[in-house]
């Protein structure tokens, strides 16, 4: 097959990390991702700022990125521009059509 791959590779990746994480989970019934959990939940109630990003990172989504545009005119730019709305001609007469 020539060409680029189908697909998104980076998910397929993605996929098999996951798969893998859940694999090593089911082994213990999820016992050291429960000790993981409230490890994590210890240090962030110890202040641990990496904790506490990480449980609001999950429990609320990441924060949106705020994007600001900001732009100079130059003074030669018009400044006084005006909108008018028309209203079109009625269709006298109805397009009609036709295929073959």
Same mark, same amino acid.
């Not at 590779?9 to 996951?18: E, F, Y």
């Not at 994480?21 to 641990?48: F, P, S, T, V």
């Not at 400044?79 to 036709?98: A, G, W």
């Given at each position: 097959?020539? &060409? =680029? ?8 990746? &993605?996929?098999?990390?996951? $798969?893998?994480?859940?694999?090593? /989970?089911? !082994?213990?019934?999820?016992? *050291?991702? +429960?000790?993981?959990? =409230? +490890?994590?939940?210890? %240090?962030?109630?110890? &202040? $641990?700022?990496?904790? !506490?990003?990480?449980?609001?990172? *999950?429990? $609320?989504? %990441? ?17 006084? /521009? +005006?909108? *008018?709305? /028309?209203?079109? $001609?009625? /269709? ?9």
């Amino acid at each position: 097959m020539a &060409g =680029a791959p189908f697909g998104n590779q980076n998910a397929r990746k &993605g996929k098999s990390w996951l $798969d893998a994480l859940k694999a090593e /989970i089911a !082994i213990d019934d999820g016992a *050291r991702l +429960q000790k993981a959990a =409230a +490890q994590l939940l210890n %240090k962030a109630a110890e &202040g $641990d700022l990496a904790a !506490i990003k990480e449980l609001a990172d *999950r429990l $609320d989504g %990441k924060a949106i990125q705020a994007n600001t545009l900001t732009a100079q005119l130059e003074t030669s730019a018009p400044t006084n /521009i +005006q909108v *008018r709305f /028309i209203q079109p $001609d009625p /269709i006298r007469k109805p397009l009609v059509i036709e295929s073959n």
